[in-house]
Antibody, heavy 121, light 109 residues
Framework: EVQLLESGGGLVPPGGSLRLSCAAS????????MAWVRQAPGKGLEWVSG????????YYAESVKGRFTISRDNTKNTMFLQLNSPRADDTAIYYC??????????????WGQGTTVTVSS | EIVLTQSPGTLSLSPGERASLSCRTS???????FSWYQQKPGQAPRLLIY???TRATGIPDRFSGSGSATDFTLTISRLEPEDFAVYYC??????????FGQGTKLEIK
């Protein structure tokens, strides 16, 4: 079964740091680019970051650029999101998702259950 | 940056009725880049439609997607109780990898 499982969420003070993990199973992880999407309480979905299958290419939303770092370890089938200097508006459920491509278009076909990050002192 | 606007914000219908959800983009886009997702309370989003009109694996055929350029529609032909949820449209882009609409809440009337 194709599955993504996030972990690492919790309470972090503003200006602190936190690392989220996304463990993949059931598919050839290194062949897929991946993404993080977040959802603030009671709000909609916001794309945060993406990474190529090799990990060589990364992408960030302007709202997190310079503060968050995405990476992956293909030997462990795991993706990470390092949150540095988080702010209160980074409080959200963070989902990892698998990127798929068809006919030059891309979409997110598999999602994890999410991990909750609360930024507060 | 392309903006996605979904309407209505909330749609109140009864089981068995037909639902039409709209998503408009601020610029013309390729249908290949357009998708729809369903999210139920306390759950992760689930892919419904990609390429504007292709159902994802396991999605019932009562769900259909259509549209082009700036106007896209998700239609649920006959609502089942499990279809009441929030629906998001999504566009794949370059500067912003994925842009989502603000969502349409489909609630039981």
């Amino acid at each position: 079964e194709v599955q993504l499982l996030e972990s690492g969420g919790g309470l972090v003070p503003p200006g602190g740091s936190l690392r989220l993990s996304c463990a993949a199973s059931g598919f050839l992880f290194r062949r897929f680019s991946m993404a993080w999407v977040r959802q603030a309480p009671g709000k909609g979905l916001e794309w945060v970051s993406g990474i190529s299958g090799s990990g060589e290419t990364t992408y960030y939303a302007e709202s997190v650029k310079g503060r968050f770092t995405i990476s992956r370890d293909n030997t462990k089938n795991t993706m990470f999101l390092q949150l540095n200097s988080p702010r209160a508006d980074d409080t959200a459920i963070y989902y990892c998702a698998r990127r798929e491509w068809i006919d030059l278009g891309s979409f997110l076909d598999v999602w994890g259950q999410g991990t909750t990050v609360t930024v507060s002192s | 940056e392309i903006v996605l606007t979904q309407s209505p914000g909330t749609l109140s219908l009864s089981p068995g009725e037909r639902a039409s959800l709209s998503c408009r983009t601020s610029q013309s886009v390729s249908s290949a880049f357009f998708s729809w997702y369903q999210q139920k309370p306390g759950q992760a989003p689930r892919l419904l439609i990609y390429g504007a009109s292709t159902r994802a694996t396991g999605i019932p055929d009562r769900f259909s997607g259509s549209g082009s350029a700036t106007d896209f529609t998700l239609t649920i032909s006959r609502l089942e109780p499990e279809d009441f949820a929030v629906y998001y449209c999504q566009l794949y882009g370059k500067s912003v990898m994925y842009t989502f609409g603000q969502g349409t809440k489909l609630e039981i009337k």
